[in-house]
């Protein structure tokens, strides 16, 4: 019996710990978009929800936002700029009404804009109003923007994770823009490990999955451009 209960303690700890770090990453986020933005630095703009905050991660830099930070500087040897508008909880429509106002504000032309969210609209969600605000949404957005499809749950959140996706990849294509197959790489690395201690967000595990769905897209843009430059270098390219 004492058993029982000290595992239902860990697993309660440990989803505590998640929901802790709520308020921690958001500030921490807000003090990287008041920072100066560094000389030559690469402007990575983050659109959509907790996973972008990077919760679920024991620590920012094992977040999907704060690897994609690193491999960009490894690459590129040039400082990353970060400016994560994401907000835990946000729905498709909130990045619509709060979060891309909140871009036009910044009057910066990023390098890379990143948009990751309708995980929280699988638990309710009505198809034409979604494809409307998706629609409406990556009408706002540059073409360089990159969109995430929506994680798999189980039961009726995955078949409407699905439903969701077929929108977005339909209007992906629609605006000319590049999809992070989020969805995919998930279903191909399913497992346990990959949530964190709520059981919902990914852990870090699954924040390195998320990772390398936008980093497929990412680092042949970053190389591209590196060729397009002849002041440029890229780590294993041949200058």
Known sequence: MWMAGLVLAVILLRAVRVWFSIPLYRRFWLREAR????QNAIS???????????IGATEIRFSYVGRLMRAITELT?????????????ARMQDVLEHQLPELARL??????????????????????????TVRVLLDGLPPHTIVATVPPFGGRRNRAARRLNKIIIREVAAHGMSLAPVHEQLLKN???????????????RGHGIWFEAFWQVIKPRLQADAAARPSATIKGQKP
């Open 35 to 38: 920072r100066p933005a560094p």
């Open 107 to 132: 009057r910066l032309r990023p390098d890379i804009i990143l948009l990751e969210a309708g995980a929280n609209d699988t638990a309710a969600y009505r198809l034409p109003r979604f494809s409307q």
């Open 190 to 204: 399913s497992g346990i490990r990959n949530t964190s201690g709520d059981f919902f967000h990914p852990g870090n």
């Open 44 to 54: 990575l703009v983050v659109l959509g929800d907790s996973v972008a905050q990077g």
């Open 77 to 89: 040897g040039r400082p990353a700029q970060i400016i994560n508008l994401s907000v835990s909880g």
